[in-house]
């Protein structure tokens, strides 16, 4: 069987692919950047011939369609790039419908309640009946909040839950929805394969409990023995409520803002027949989050949604294209000798950020993330996905990881970072390291005046903070933890 999986790179995407290829299908995996895509984890297979991967933006120019494709899985969606994503949506449809030539289309929506619907919910709805205009037989599977490491409902749940002592809760979270484990939920968009009796109908999946968001968040606590005051409150309108998570999660504000919008509107299941056709053991909200915090105690996650591009600022044909300027720049160069193994240098490079910190001054790196968030940026609350590891297209903090190759060149590795923060001009913080040097690099390109007088009023702090950060990388350190009183030498 031959399967077309678009959102390869995206959090439902990266779960599915491997539960297909292990199922010996081969798999045409669409991205809208090959550069993002995890090409290590998968390179067997790619060498085998079993996964190809195609370059697509629904949003431009398509290529030939790949031929004698059994079944496609739409798992594209623009709810965190800003006010205009239900066009985006819209057009991404009418592009893919127009395109596509297969048996079978999956397509994962969410839960549609009655009456007025959220400009979230209308769009996911919209999407559906466009692919449903054509003659393929597509089957939709509607799902409410999906708890797994790495998910956007867990993240911003754990966010609240884990940072804030109390917390005041309006009256949409006494709102009912139906979460559902993401182990569940591969499951179910797996078993429809084999089964062309289900083609082109439509389902609502649900895990066993029907529960309230404020639910959710009690028992979240429970479950991570945390004492936390949640007081009901008759005010914080959706708005509000965007923008207060907005300043306390990792989330985006257009997120924030598609997510708030979406829970005044109850998600139940109004049936959940495909349990009957596709038996299997439903976790309950507990148990998905014992299984996510276990492959976040082993460093197992496949995915994230804030490594998708719509959790920072980036266009992707941006990010695909980018090339660190050499004219009208700003730069910090740092030049050393190595004073440890070079793989232990790597390996401090490869690990910033995080929860490790930054090797100098990390304080400076927590307050400019805070003022990033103050201005409408990203801060530093993505954090990033592995401890160790990068790959294309990776957020780390309030940086997107453009270059990641440990073997770039025969006995170099090379990293490069652009940054997502607020600011007047575009950041580049690069790094080399050969057997015997290390080469960091920090360059600025101005955006006009206002450019200028940002890069020298932030010129005191570079003086001091770059150097020590060369220096601590250059010995193989990068924890914040174990940082030095900061001094002039």
Aim: hydrophobic share 40%; aromatic share 10%; net charge neutral.
């Amino acid at each position: 069987m031959h399967i077309l999986l678009t959102g390869a790179n995206g959090y439902i995407g990266l779960r599915l692919l491997p539960t297909f290829l292990a199922a010996g299908y081969y798999v045409t995996a669409v991205v809208r950047s090959k550069k993002r895509f995890p090409t290590y984890q998968f390179e067997t297979f790619i060498l085998d011939g079993q996964l190809s991967l195609l370059e697509v933006d629904f949003l431009g120019d398509l290529p030939e369609v790949p031929l004698e494709i059994d079944a496609a899985y739409y798992l594209l969606h623009s709810m965190g790039s800003g006010e205009d994503f239900y066009e985006k949506e819209k057009r991404c449809a009418e592009n893919f419908i127009s395109w596509i030539r297969c048996r079978s289309i999956i397509y994962l929506s969410g839960l549609i309640p009655d009456g007025e619907l959220s400009l979230h919910l209308e769009s996911r709805e919209t999407v559906n009946g466009i692919l449903r205009s054509g003659a393929i037989p597509v089957t939709t599977l509607r799902a409410s909040i999906i708890v797994g490491s790495g998910s956007a409902s867990f993240e911003i749940i754990r966010d609240l839950v884990e940072k804030l002592p109390f917390m005041l809760l309006p009256i949409w979270t006494a709102n009912r929805c139906q979460p559902i484990a993401i182990r569940n939920v591969i499951t179910y968009l797996t078993g429809i394969l084999d089964k062309p009796s289900l083609w082109g109908r439509e389902f609502d999946i649900g895990g066993p409990e029907i529960m309230t968001y404020r639910n959710l968040l009690q028992r979240f606590a429970q479950k991570r023995s945390l004492s936390r005051l949640m007081i009901p409150v008759p005010f914080l309108s959706p708005a509000l409520s965007a923008r207060w998570l907005y300043l306390v999660t990792s989330t985006s504000y257009p997120l924030a803002q598609s997510l708030i919008s979406s829970l005044i509107n109850e998600t139940v299941c109004q049936e959940n027949t495909l349990q009957e056709v596709i038996p299997q053991d439903l976790l309950n909200y507990d148990e998905a989050i014992e299984r996510a915090f276990a492959r976040i105690a082993q460093n197992r996650v496949p995915s994230s949604w804030y490594d998708s591009l719509a959790s920072g600022r980036l266009d992707p044909a941006f990010l695909s294209s980018v090339m660190v300027p050499d004219h009208g720049i700003l730069s910090d160069e740092q030049f050393l000798i190595l004073n440890a193994p070079r793989e232990k240098v790597i390996d401090a490079v490869w690990s910033l950020g995080g929860k490790s910190g930054w090797p100098s001054m990390n304080w400076a790196w927590i307050l400019r993330g805070w003022l990033d968030r103050l201005w409408g940026g990203i801060g530093l609350r993505r954090g990033r996905r592995h401890p160790t590891e990068l790959r294309n297209g990776d957020a780390l903090d309030f940086w997107r990881v453009v270059l990641a190759d440990r073997d770039s060149k025969p006995h170099s590795a090379r990293l490069i970072l652009i940054a997502e923060m607020k600011m007047p001009g575009e950041a580049w913080l690069q790094y080399e390291i050969t057997e015997t040097t290390l080469r960091q690099t920090a360059t600025f390109r101005p955006k006009g005046l206002l450019g200028r007088l940002y890069w020298y009023a932030v010129l005191p702090l570079h003086l001091l903070l770059f150097p020590q950060m060369a220096k601590r990388l250059a010995h193989g350190d990068c924890d914040s933890r174990d940082e030095p009183e900061t001094k002039i030498e």
